[in-house]
């Protein structure tokens, strides 16, 4: 992918020169609101307490942080620190986060009130430098940590808004319920609007009242989810009555969605484009389905996203069956350790 930044520090950084007035982050759960100036403040003060504690380039710092406004500020101050970033499901056990932390050999846990220091320079890892690990259980054994560097995570962040076919800075409201320590809200919701400018409205968890609420509320003009999520919601008393006249964009995927069910989100949402993918933690973009074929292919996730390349390996590949290759700028570096 070309005309990305470098690193994650240097995209907020841009971000924040364009319009630090601007409204990064709407947190729902407690009422907080940072513009991109405070979100650039705030998160350089956590770098700098970080820093003073000890804990700098190349360290890892582990996040257990319910979704909202401290979770993308823990995150973004250890990348400024030059620290990794390390989510953390906040629904694990303590000895299943206990091995998360030894795993990757942790030196920092973020589990409550944020450190603070005097605001610090920003770090500049090279792109190829980790960004963040994202643990994910494996088809065996325990959770392995997928090393997402800098290139990845932005080439998948730009390979979003590709497939959503968004300007390079043309800002969203997305909504953002899925849990940040997962990688489509991390990396395919908020790095994203952290990309264009604009803001991730973070809820803690998804209950459909408030999600129809907030789409009210916040004027959201992008969804994403599961499509159990719009199902709930589409069957909500609340529903009949809510404009929606402004969403423009719908995302969906991590499960089959039949083309009577894509047909119903259709006519919910008669503004709005389709934009089913498939992704995993190892490569956050995949595939994406464009708008015009979502009803008629409603079985396929669709294409290969923008920069990949895709392959069938197996003895019969050529009938579409087989194991699928995956290549492009957002495959992780590999697994810790």
Known sequence: MTGIAPHLAALAADTVSRGPRAEAIADLGTGRRLSY?????????????????????GDRVAIRLPNGADWCLAFLG??????IPV???????????????????????????????????????????????????????????AVLSHRALLSAAEQCRLALRLGPAEPTRNLVVAPLFHILACGMQWIPALASGGTAVIAPAFEAGAWLQAIRDERIDVLNGVPAMY?????????PGLDVSGVRLLSYGAAPTPPAQVRRLQEAFPAARMAPGYGLTEAPSVTCLAHEDAVEHADSVGTAAPGTELALLGPEAAAGTGQLLVRGPQVMSGYWQ
């Open 37 to 57: 100036a405070g979100l650039w403040d705030e998160a350089s003060r956590v770098a700098g307490g970080l820093l003073a504690a000890g804990t700098g380039p």
């Open 78 to 83: 250890a990348t400024l620190a030059g620290a």
């Open 87 to 145: 989510p953390v499901n906040t629904r694990l056990t303590p000895a299943e986060v206990e091995f998360i932390v030894r795993d990757s050999g942790a030196s920092a846990v973020l589990d409550g009130r944020l450190p603070a220091g005097p605001p610090a320079a920003p770090a500049d890892p090279d792109s190829e430098a980790p960004a963040a690990i994202f643990y994910t259980s494996g088809t065996t054994g325990r959770p392995k940590g």
């Open 231 to 239: 199902w709930q919601a589409l069957r909500h008393p609340g529903f």
